[in-house]
């Protein structure tokens, strides 16, 4: 598997922009996670979905952001419009409902999508 | 919410020596993780650890749950293992993971 794949990996654009982040989860995991990381904030969970339906919502930081999960290899992050103080790095992260042979549930991040907006 | 800290924030070490980084957790969890984030930004799960100790290579891990600690120990440290190192905790059954705000290490040669 190519692990969790997140596009694009560097999104430069100006206030008022729209912007959507993309991830690929991984294939048979039924967990999907959105997270940012900023330096004052540290890494901090926006939203998970689990089977494609979003369960816990409340980390989103205001009406400006929204999620989607259409089916199970592909979720969206979008930010509209964007302001300056959402520059930050976002991650997507998948695992499985189910334990692995290590006992963990396959916990995997995405190489992050780094947002600057101007 | 639960609260991951970890100590000490910021650490630089010469080529070689070895070092201990501290995560408290301020109630019970059902899995414990640690990450490495390298230079470029890759999360890298190193240790899945509720309880007890591990070894891989240079890198060590020991949780002792029933005191909400967990440590991890580097060996012999290499520049390449500059970075941050994050603990995260499961509260409960397979929920979304809890980080710290991380250890930044910087390895010098």
């Known amino acids: 598997d190519a692990g969790v794949i997140q596009s694009p990996r560097h999104e430069v654009t100006e206030m008022g922009q729209e912007v959507t982040l993309r991830c690929k989860p991984i294939?048979?995991?039924?967990?999907l996670f959105w997270y940012r990381q900023t330096m004052m904030r540290g890494l901090e969970l926006l939203i998970y979905?689990?089977?494609?339906?979003?369960?816990?919502d409340s980390g989103m930081p205001e009406d400006r952001f929204s999620a989607k999960m259409p089916n199970a290899s592909f979720s969206t992050l979008k930010i509209q419009p964007s302001e300056p103080r959402d520059s930050a790095v976002y991650f997507c992260?998948?695992?499985?409902?189910?334990?692995?042979?290590?006992?963990?549930?396959?916990?995997?991040f995405g190489s992050g999508t780094r947002l600057t907006v101007v | 919410g639960i609260q991951v800290e970890q100590s000490p924030p910021d650490l630089i070490l010469q080529e070689g020596a070895n070092s201990t980084l501290r995560c408290n957790f301020s109630?019970?969890?059902?899995?414990l993780q640690w990450f490495h984030q390298n230079p470029w930004g890759q999360l890298i799960n190193l240790f899945y650890?509720?309880?007890g100790t591990k070894q891989n290579g240079r890198l060590s891990a020991t949780t002792v749950a029933t005191e909400r600690y967990s440590l991890l120990y580097i060996s012999s440290s290499q520049t390449t293992d500059s970075g941050v190192y994050f603990c995260?905790?499961?509260?409960?059954?397979?929920?979304?993971?809890?980080f710290g705000k991380g250890t930044r290490l910087s390895v010098i040669a």
């Open positions: 995260a905790v499961e509260p409960s059954g397979n929920t979304p993971l809890v």
């Open positions: 650890i509720p309880s």
């Open positions: 294939s048979g995991h039924d967990y």
């Open positions: 992260a998948s695992s499985s409902n189910f334990r692995t042979n290590l006992g963990n549930y396959g916990y995997t």
């Open positions: 979905f689990n089977n494609n339906v979003p369960i816990d």
């Open positions: 109630d019970s969890v059902n899995n």
